[in-house]
């Protein structure tokens, strides 16, 4: 049976607002509309109420207090506020001075860490950029050896978001801990899919936000540790001084709410979503990989989130191979940028190359994909690519047993 057209399978991207969440929300638009920082009547107590409501359902779903939660716009602030706010708060010297401090980050971060940390350079501090082995992994050791004394902020991601790659953030926590040096993970695709515990994980700061687990676009949180130690942050917004002094602003009270409700809902169903989509990916991989040769899953197989893949597909070009498969929404391995297509800077820092990383695809998997879906999208991928593959002269010499790799091209 033909699935409804066309699929989604962009989750990494952003996610469906569950309609149990909308549902929750649409009173906090013009039935409950006071002011959740008016403390002088009952409109803004209510509200105050449902903030209070949602800051506890994320703090569950996280292990931390509810005190703990600093309301944001999304991962794209929390990573900001995190990162700018904890170094500048701690730096060692004024502006100008050299030696700042130390930060240690990843080359294959999102953008909303790699952006901020390079502020950072331009302000005096210095940066450690790790780069990961071919599996894409960030271990323990690597920051080990990056560890300086006057390094002030270790900034990991739990889960690569091209990849779902996790990385060994609770050991890089201990770690950090061990050396009096503040954790900070990006858990934006990490947190509602995968247990989560900041205590037992060793983190000070952890971004996330409701668009990646079906709650609405445009709000999000950082966590930031009270005690053992206290963190402090220098607020990047001056204003009314709300959220305990570091992000002021008015809240967004039905984005809160829905991000409240949105966590409740992973909390009770990740385990057995989880379980459901590992299956489905499993199926998506093996029907593509089993089925044609010169086929590669990036990153590491074994230590990945259940519900992404990143597939690339030799002897094939990127922008034909995205034409040919139109009714999936899906990313591919390059990135527009104003004047080309690049090629994903997370697969290159695997060391993929740029025709391969052109020629591959993330398929991100959600609460609404069927097996029905995955079915078709596998069957229309292997099509193109067979396709493709049909009018390449290279794939006939790779069929041939020659080594492209090897041949010298005429470089007229
Ligand atoms: C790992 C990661 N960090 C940060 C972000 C940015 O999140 P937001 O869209 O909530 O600002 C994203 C979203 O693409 C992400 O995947």
Redesign the pocket.
Known sequence: MTPTLPIYMDN???TRTDPRVVEKMLPYFSEIYGNSASRNHSFGWESEGAVDVARRQAADLIGSGPKEIIWT???????NLAIKGAARMYAKAPSGNAGRGHVITAIH?????IDPCKRLEREGFEVTWLEPGPDGIITRAMVEDAMREDTILVSI?W???ELGTINEVPAIGELCHDRGAIMHT?A??WVGKMPTNVDTDNIDLL?F????IYGP??V?ALYVRRRRPRVRLEAMLDGGGHERGMRSGTLNVAGVVGMGAACELCSEEMDAEGQRLYALRTQLERSLVDSMDVVQINGNIELRLPHITNISFGFVEGESLMMGIKDIACSSGSACTSASLEPSYVLKALGVGDELAHSSLRLSLGRWTTAEEVDYASEKIRAAVEHLRAMSPLYDLHNEGIDISAIEWDAH
Do not use: L, R
């Open positions: 990494a991207s952003t716009s999304g991962a794209t602030e929390s990573n971060e999102h953008k909303a860490v991601m889960a690569n978001n990006d934006t695709q971004s936000s409701a668009h990646k676009n445009g999000g």
